[in-house]
């Protein structure tokens, strides 16, 4: 069993940058992927990035590559998504999961079995 809390949302403007931290509590194999997934009013939950937790590989959504960066700390057992040059269009209530069987990175909800509760991003223009 895996339980996820997230943290670091909040209200910022346009280009600035926040750093969302997910605490695991319950063991993390090296195998288990870590993704953050993103919800919008009115909007099915999206993929933004994955990292499998041997820090072998990561994986991002095109709308943030190269604004975001996901990482982990074992001995922390925490994952941690840095957003810089946050958007207005970032505004979502994020979530980090954990997928426990892989063989690929998976940018599909369906597939993560553990979820946070999610913490509020807001980005004004």
């Known amino acids: 069993q895996v339980q996820l809390v997230e943290s670091g949302g909040g209200l910022v403007q346009a280009g600035d940058s926040l750093r969302l931290s997910c605490a695991a509590s319950?063991?993390?194999?090296?195998?288990?992927?870590m993704g953050w997934f993103r919800q919008a009013p009115g909007k099915e939950r999206e993929f933004v990035a994955a990292i499998r937790w041997s820090g072998s590989s990561t994986y991002y959504a095109e709308s943030v590559k190269g604004r975001f960066t996901i990482s982990r700390d074992i001995a922390k057992n925490t994952g941690s998504l840095q957003m810089n040059g946050l958007k207005a269009e970032d505004t979502a209530v994020y979530y980090c999961?954990?997928?426990?069987?892989?063989?690929?990175?998976?940018?599909?909800?369906?597939?993560?079995?553990?979820w946070g509760q999610g913490t509020q991003v807001t980005v004004s223009s």
């Open positions: 319950g063991r993390i194999y090296s195998t288990f992927v």
């Open positions: 999961a954990v997928d426990v069987v892989t063989t690929v990175i998976s940018t599909s909800a369906s597939t993560y079995k553990y």
